[in-house]
């Protein structure tokens, strides 16, 4: 994903609008104790960085306009891939109308449909409501995936 570049100009820039600067720590852990890291810089089009490894945190579900630009305004996000603790960050920023049409056109045709964009129930109104009914929505999918 992406390519790498020098990090003296980097830290989390967006350089353009279709276009991301970030940084990815990976920590090696055991039982709390610090065993390695390894820092890496990144660009990568804005389609590649929300629907890599940072896609998870949508949960299937590619989100509405503000609640991905709560997401993008966060500026740092970390979790668990491949037993790795992974640090993303960047500098926080928000969609345009125009890069969120772009994703969501990206995100209609990828093949195996990972993401869906779906309308959002009444009882959804805000950040925290989003990420609670998309992760009970995912746990439900995924139960019925493994008990059919």
């Given at each position: 994903?992406?390519?790498?570049?020098?990090?003296?100009?980097?830290?989390?820039?967006?350089?353009?609008?279709?276009?991301?600067?970030?940084?990815?720590?990976?920590?090696?852990?055991?039982?709390?104790?610090?065993?390695?890291?390894?820092?890496?810089?990144?660009?990568?089009?804005?389609?590649?960085?929300?629907?890599?490894?940072?896609?998870?945190?949508?949960f299937?579900?590619?989100?509405?306009?503000?609640?991905?630009?709560?997401?993008?305004?966060?500026?740092?996000?970390?979790?668990?891939?491949?037993?790795?603790?992974?640090?993303?960050?960047?500098?926080?920023?928000?969609?345009?109308?125009?890069?969120?049409?772009?994703?969501?056109?990206?995100?209609?045709?990828?093949?195996?449909?990972?993401?869906?964009?779906?309308?959002?129930?009444?009882?959804?109104?805000?950040?925290?409501?989003?990420?609670?009914?998309?992760?009970?929505?995912?746990?439900?999918?995924q139960?019925?995936?493994?008990?059919?």
């Amino acid at each position: 994903m992406g390519r790498d570049v020098e990090h003296d100009d980097l830290l989390g820039r967006v350089a353009t609008m279709h276009e991301v600067r970030f940084t990815t720590t990976d920590i090696d852990e055991e039982g709390g104790r610090l065993l390695s890291h390894t820092r890496a810089n990144h660009v990568a089009s804005l389609v590649d960085f929300f629907l890599g490894r940072v896609g998870q945190y949508l949960f299937g579900v590619f989100p509405p306009r503000e609640y991905l630009n709560d997401f993008t305004q966060l500026g740092s996000i970390d979790g668990k891939f491949e037993g790795r603790l992974v640090l993303f960050e960047w500098q926080p920023c928000e969609l345009s109308e125009a890069d969120y049409a772009e994703l969501a056109q990206a995100v209609r045709q990828l093949p195996g449909q990972p993401f869906e964009v779906v309308e959002l129930p009444d009882t959804v109104k805000t950040k925290a409501d989003f990420v609670h009914w998309a992760f009970v929505r995912a746990l439900d999918r995924q139960e019925k995936e493994l008990n059919p």
